[in-house]
């Protein structure tokens, strides 16, 4: 009994121990299947990662043509370039949407076509096609970024012998052509056809045979006189055509070889255009022509021209300075006279009046100009002389006047203002004058020096002498009733003595526009009239003679 039961009790054990082993074991294979487990599902996310990764950023675009896309075919040896049909275009694009990426473009050295991809005038893409160096018929797509790939060869050899290509290549061979050189550089332009454009190696584009640049040359005289043309087939005609840009003037047309003859005549921005013409004939079947469109910016030094060297009292005149290195800050210095603002005329051609009022020889230098240089002018004396007369428009009651003094003293600036008038001056009555500039009343105001005056005997209408504004309307204690029209730059125009005006101050005159009335029915009235420059009296006569500061048309 006792064996059997520490026989029973060893099973047991035994029995025991097993089971904790087994327990053990079953424990460990769950620990490594859990782990196992654990593997595999990081596995799984790493691999959908890896393809999302793939998918996402792995994958290369492939370049290709889009619906909206215009394409443009050359070949590299030719500046020019045709636009492929819709079908072609749609062959094109398909080839691209099978092309394949590589990496052995070495063996591909042969170029056969470029082409370029607008959408809305902007490049998109450029691809150029090219075949194995030793001229098997495989071929390669190669892109500016360095990339290549691989292409089906029958559906190349299918767009290579299409309508367009075989357009391209005759007109290429058959088409005349100019040559233009301008020192090192060389451009040859083809005969041009409805719907053909031109491109030059450097990305300037022919749209229509005229050469569009972004860029400007600094032009010297030897840069288009040393122009030189040549032609495959002599045109019917050439003609070169300079053109100042801005008012678009022409300045220079004619054949080449009048070209060294001619020197642009201010500084500024230029267009040249060269156009060869030819017309169709038995033997050559073209018709069109080459044109060469050249941006350009000429700089010339700048020079100071005066209008008269001798000028009386009382005189203007004008100085003109061309090509002005600082045109803002163009200003006489002189103690000839006084000088207006300059007035730009044209593209770099500034003027100005200066009027004369000390006698004597006088020097004359402009700043602003960007050269040193001083001119010399001789202001002649005017003998004025008293006329045995008091001055008849005065009034002594103050009350019932204003100051002639303050009057003057008070008129508005001309500082920044425009040039109002236009062409020359007029009277503002017909008769000739009674007393002339150079003769004056006993106690007449000193700054009315040099008016002109009438003795009227009838009613009289006076008018404007030019357009402006009226500055002034007012009953002065000497004047008498006064208007004042400024004329711009400075420039005034006095009227004394009127008996009744209906302007007031603000308003605007034209040249000729009666401003008030003189009456002369009961005894005879004296009317004056007076031109005032910056300040300085001037001779009417003057203003009567000549345009002043009219820009051309």
């Not at 902007?122 to 160096?133: A, G, V």
């Not at 797509?141 to 767009?159: A, E, F, H, N």
Request: aromatic content about 10%.
């Amino acid at each position: 009994m006792n064996f059997n039961r520490k026989k029973e009790a060893g099973i047991g054990q035994k029995k025991l121990r097993s089971r904790q082993r087994n327990d053990k074991i079953k424990g460990k294979e769950g620990i490594a299947m859990s782990q196992n487990g654990k593997l595999i599902t990081v596995a799984v996310l790493l691999s959908v990662l890896a393809i999302l990764f793939g998918i996402l950023f792995g994958q290369e675009k492939v370049p290709a043509i889009q619906e909206n896309m215009d394409v443009w075919v050359s070949r590299q040896d030719q500046n020019i370039l045709h636009r492929l049909s819709d079908s072609e275009k749609n062959l094109l694009a398909d080839i691209l949407s099978h092309q394949k990426k590589t990496e052995t473009s070495e063996r591909y050295g042969d170029f056969v076509l470029a082409f370029t991809a607008y959408r809305n005038g902007k490049e998109m893409l450029q691809p150029s096609l090219y075949r194995l160096t030793d001229g098997t018929n495989e071929f390669v797509m190669k892109y500016p970024d360095g990339s290549c790939y691989s292409l089906d060869t029958r559906s190349v050899l299918q767009l290579l012998t299409s309508h367009t290509l075989d357009n391209l290549f005759d007109y290429i061979e058959d088409a005349p052509t100019m040559t233009v050189t301008e020192g090192e550089r060389e451009l040859t332009v083809h005969c041009v056809e409805n719907g053909w454009q031109y491109k030059k190696i450097d990305n300037s584009i022919f749209m229509d045979g005229v050469l569009v640049r972004d860029s400007q040359t600094l032009l010297a005289l030897e840069d288009y006189q040393n122009l030189s043309l040549a032609f495959s087939t002599e045109p019917q005609s050439v003609q070169v055509t300079i053109l100042l840009s801005g008012p678009t003037e022409t300045v220079f047309e004619g054949t080449p070889d009048r070209l060294d003859q001619f020197s642009p005549p201010i500084s500024g921005r230029y267009k040249m255009r060269v156009t060869a013409q030819w017309e169709e004939t038995a033997s050559r079947r073209y018709s069109g022509q080459c044109v060469y469109e050249l941006d350009l910016q000429v700089k010339k030094e700048a020079e100071v021209l005066i209008s008269e060297h001798t000028v009386p009292q009382g005189g203007l005149f004008m100085i003109t300075v061309t090509n002005p290195e600082d045109p803002g800050s163009l200003q006489v210095n002189t103690d000839a006279g006084k000088a207006g603002p300059f007035v730009k005329q044209q593209e770099g051609v500034y003027t100005c009046l200066v009027a004369a009022r000390n006698a004597g020889m006088h020097l004359i230098s402009v700043s602003g100009t960007g050269v040193s240089g001083e001119h010399q002018i001789e202001v002649t004396a005017s003998a004025f002389e008293t006329w045995q007369a008091d001055f008849p428009l005065r009034t002594e009651d103050p009350d019932l006047a204003e100051s002639f003094e303050q009057a003057w003293q008070n008129l508005p600036g001309s500082a920044g203002t425009g040039k109002y008038w236009r062409g020359v001056f007029q009277s503002p009555v017909e008769e000739e004058p009674d007393l002339g500039y150079h003769q004056n009343f006993e106690g007449q105001p000193a700054q009315m020096e040099g008016s002109v005056w009438w003795i009227l005997q009838e009613d009289t209408q006076i008018k404007a002498a030019n357009s402006g504004g009226i500055v002034f309307v007012g009953n002065l204690d000497q004047g008498g009733l006064t208007v004042v029209v400024h004329h711009g730059m400075g420039l005034y125009t006095w009227y004394y003595g009127l008996s009744e005006t209906w302007l007031e101050q603000g308003d605007v005159v034209s040249k000729g526009e009666v401003l008030g009335s003189v009456w002369a029915q009961e005894e005879d009235a004296w009317f004056g009239v007076q031109a005032v420059f910056q300040g300085v009296p001037l001779n009417l006569q003057t203003l009567q003679n000549q345009s002043w500061l009219e820009p051309e048309a």
